[in-house]
């Protein structure tokens, strides 16, 4: 269905938002504006951010769930790396009372050689190494694997396809659906039959069959009878099912212009005001109830790691510039966060071993704190 394909992945881009913001809450922790950073710039050593909130977007909009799979640091206080994971490979065992006791994960579930790696339900209080948050669109009914939002109009998105497949169909087939072939007699065998109409078919169906057909017979009394096969107001009839199965699936995902989606309505100009309008609307309803569920998944993963930072989500339409906004103070002011947002956390760190709170404050040329005399290779250390 190219209409339900183009929503979809429109759909997951406007979810994953245009570049994210880290929001820096206590800007005296240096360490943990680093462990924000890295998570934000180098998630995992396949994957960067966008490609992972896109995955995470595509997923809850094509199947009304997600999978972020995330792995703790030794001392289990950090979150060092997360990464998206397929949902479509997501099993879910569940306890007695309903809670999820593992997820396990599998690129084929049809082959039973595939690896399953098994994952151990999100959980700062457990001790596993290897966690996954699972995240699912309630519905009645389907609680453990969710339903997409557009599900009730999956049987127009079944007859779009379907309705192409005709077309292409029509085209390869040749005449074949438009006349019928009667002869006077009934050969001798099955056999004759078979070689007859495969004869017929190889000759005149198909992109290259001939269109002149050419038959001989030595007496008239056996000459076959080609009759055309004529339905009125065909294309007409085609043209309305086509137009109620595209409005049928853009109702079911809820969008209020399709020109959003490069989908041209006759009779629509496109106005850049109309364009907008339709845009907010669709991100206020649709989209930014998605990106709600997945901010609280990445909040979730910080505050487990005591963190009190916050990688923001932003919307596909606001130019960011990658500015550290800190709580109380403007974003242009803090130099050091500036410093420390250009650099791999790897060399932060170096950079920072044999510097004070307050050295390195000075560097951004800010004010010294009271407690900021303590060199960094004194403050506990974290893992990444």
């Known amino acids: 269905s190219p209409t339900n394909q ?18 820096v809450k206590d800007p005296k ?7 924000a950073l890295g998570l934000q710039k180098y998630p995992n050593p396949k994957q960067n951010i966008e490609q992972i909130l896109f995955n995470l977007g595509f997923d809850a909009k094509l199947h ?15 979150v060092v790396q997360i990464k998206s994971l397929d949902v479509q490979g997501v099993r879910v065992d569940l306890n007695d009372d309903g809670s999820i006791k593992v997820i396990k994960y599998s690129t084929d579930w049809s082959d039973n050689k595939a690896t399953v790696t098994p994952y151990a339900p999100f959980d700062k209080y457990t001790n596993e190494t290897s966690q996954v948050i699972y995240v699912q669109l309630m519905r009645s009914g389907h609680e453990v694997y969710g339903l997409p ?5 999956l049987n127009w998105i079944t007859l779009e396809k379907e309705i192409g497949e ?4 029509s085209a390869q087939d040749g005449f074949s ?10 050969p001798e065998s099955e056999d004759i039959e078979d070689e007859i109409m495969n004869s017929l078919n190889k000759k005149y169906t198909g992109p290259r069959g001939k269109k002149i057909i050419g038959v001989f017979s030595p007496r008239p009394e056996l000459m076959p009878k080609f009759d055309a096969i004529s339905v009125e107001n065909i294309d007409k009839q085609y043209q309305v099912i086509d137009e109620q199965t595209q409005n049928k699936i853009l109702t079911g995902h809820g969008v209020v212009s399709p020109m959003l989606f490069g989908i041209k309505t006759p009779g629509q100009l496109g106005g850049s005001d109309e364009l907008q309008t339709a845009f907010n609307i669709y991100q206020r309803t649709v989209v930014a109830p998605y990106q709600n569920m997945i901010q609280r998944s990445l909040d979730e993963i910080l505050q487990s790691s005591g963190n009190s930072n916050r990688i923001l989500l932003t919307e596909l339409d606001i130019i960011n510039d990658k500015v550290i906004e800190v709580e109380g103070e403007t974003a242009s002011g ?3 966060a500036e410093a ?21 404050r000075a560097l951004g040329g800010l004010d010294k704190v009271a407690d900021g005399d303590t060199v960094k290779s004194q403050i506990v250390k974290t893992t990444f």
């Open 334 to 336: 803090n130099k050091v």
């Open 149 to 153: 939002d557009y599900y009730a109009s």
């Open 64 to 78: 009304g769930r997600y999978a972020i799979a995330c792995t703790w640091n030794e001392a289990h206080d950090k």
């Open 166 to 169: 005709h077309y292409l169909s």
């Open 6 to 23: 183009a929503i979809i992945n429109r759909t997951g881009l406007m979810i994953a938002g245009g570049d994210t913001e880290l929001k």
């Open 29 to 35: 922790n240096v360490m943990n504006l680093i462990h």
């Open 177 to 186: 659906p438009k006349v019928s072939v009667t002869f006077p007699g009934k």
């Open 340 to 360: 420390l947002n250009s650099m791999s956390p790897l060399v932060a760190t170096k950079v920072l071993e044999n510097l004070t709170i307050n050295e390195i």
